[in-house]
């Protein structure tokens, strides 16, 4: 997503595994950066190597303009793109790539600095139902099962919520039995709906939108929802509506927040570029108190980086300056262990002590998860074409969408046959 340009996994409790329980098993990818929204692929294993021609590629599905990764779960690849006028939700066979149903809807979103035209945020599979956030800042459900329209709401019409310079892209987040969406109107913020209805719950705050996705963090015995808004770090009780600030984290003009804030143990990470940095913290039931903070660790524009045994992996720097290294920082202090300069904007996926790295400048690599040095085990070129989606990692296959403005959708082997 150069359109910026222009728990861990493992929660404090174990509640947040259990939202997305029901239809979905241990290998699906049901929502942005896979089960806990932590990009890490737990139960997945990764080929020691590649040949010389690289992991095999099973299919390729041809997509619309957007930016939205897939999202997997129950045997479909839910993907979400938008065509001439209209966004399109479809679900695709994971072994073969063929379509399984299609449900459209009238798109109305237009671009501003960046000229796709498409939806941004990754659809969210919970239960027997699909989420999608549109550019526009409408949220529809449809059935899994076959596409079926449930509901619509037109939130950013409903709420005044600011398209700013991209459009929506925040992913919305189930938490037991409300769907939270960082909507960004006057006293809606942060919007809770009904997952069944799409009836409004409550709204809360004034707090902007941003293009970063919300993830879940259990303290005190309650579920809850960490944002990273336009300009805060905001704490939202998905019961109650209450929204806490933690911290100031944004900077005003022409600066964006879009990485997904990351949980592990008692542990916040949050990370942007513009100035802004990124911040340290244990949380707690009264709050965060910071461990450190500073521009110079790990400032990602916009993908997040992943976090294994204390150490967290990802892109330092912007893709539109051309100034964009991959490093591993010691999460305890920020301190730099490696870095790899001019390497560009990747999206990372952990799976065992592996790491698959996405670049947007169209590299996959292959490379160990090590804090003593980078250990690249193998790469392979994915074509020109960008891949600014978030890539998605289930049963052993690589999906990875690729283009601005129409593009495609690939699906790799990168696991044992």
Known sequence: MSWLRQLSARTIACGFPLLLAGVLSASDWPQILGPQRSGQAEGETLAANWTSAGPKKLWTYKLGSGYAGPAIAAGKVVVFHRVAGRELVEALDPASGKRLWSAGFEATYRPGIDPDNGPRAVPLIAGKRVFVFGAAGDLRAVSLADGQPLWERHLYADYEGDEGYFGAASTPILIGERLLVNVG??????????????????????????YSSPTAVTLGGKEQAIFITRMNCVLADPATGKVLALFPFGRRGPTVNGAT??????????????GVGAQYATLGPAGAKEIWANDDAMSSQYSTPVEHQGFLYGTHGREDQGVAELRSIEAATGKVRWRQ????????????DKLLLVGVGGRLALARASPAKYEELARFPLGNDPARAIPALSDGRLFVRTGSGGGKLHCLQVGPE
């Open 261 to 274: 804030p990351l949980v592990f143990g008692d542990k916040l990470f949050v990370t942007s570029s513009y």
């Open 341 to 352: 300069t001019d390497y560009g904007v990747a999206h990372v996926i952990l799976a065992g």
């Open 185 to 210: 109107g006057p006293g809606a913020g942060i919007v809770a709906v009904d997952p069944a209805t799409g009836k409004t719950l409550w709204q809360a705050s004034d707090e902007g939108a941003s």
